[in-house]
């Protein structure tokens, strides 16, 4: 078995954004590119804390990042001479909050061609690397790849950013 443990930046493959395929989801990515519509960074529930309105306790309630709506606990009200289903009230300070901020990273091809597109790859940047990157800034963006539902039964690749390499300078 391989040892599973802190993944340090060297694990990171580097890739460039038109060479991302669905074999490259779950891993973790070292994306070179440029930083741009950067979003003004908001925050996001890893774990919500739903206190029920009838007994008073806590439910926690690990939230999957891809659903929309903030997932209450499915069983109820965890307090087992309770049981039943809210309403909840949503406790910040009991909850587990991630710092987010959204980014698009634009790849530079090395001899760019007439007509040629841009490729683009969305991302999210987690918890202290927030508001680091500005626009038109070039980093190595590192993170797991994933992918989100774009509606019409397409999902568009996105990395999930927890490290910033080297930033360069720009060209
Ligand atoms: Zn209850």
Redo the contacts with the bound molecule.
């Keep these: 078995m391989k040892n599973k443990g802190v993944m340090k930046m060297t694990d990171a493959l580097k890739i460039d954004i038109d060479k991302i395929r669905v074999e490259h989801i779950g891993k973790k990515l070292k994306v070179h590119g440029k930083a741009t519509r950067i979003g003004t960074h908001y925050l996001e529930f890893k774990t919500a804390a739903f206190q029920?309105?009838?007994?008073?306790?806590i439910?926690k309630v690990e939230q999957d990042q891809d659903q929309v709506l903030l997932q209450e606990p499915i069983g109820?009200?965890?307090?087992d001479?309770?049981?039943?289903k809210g309403p909840f009230k949503v406790l910040p300070k009991e909850s587990e909050l991630l710092n987010v901020q959204d980014i698009s990273i634009l790849e530079i091809p090395e001899n760019p061609k007439n007509g040629q597109i841009i490729k683009s790859l969305q991302g999210r940047l987690y918890g202290d690397i927030i508001c680091v990157a500005q626009e038109n800034e070039i980093w190595d963006f590192i993170g797991e790849l994933t992918f989100s539902d774009m509606g019409k039964k397409r999902h568009e690749f996105f990395l999930k950013i927890t490290e910033l390499g080297d930033k360069y300078s720009n060209r």
């Design positions: 029920c309105m009838r007994c008073g306790h439910t109820g009200c965890e307090n001479i309770c049981g039943k």
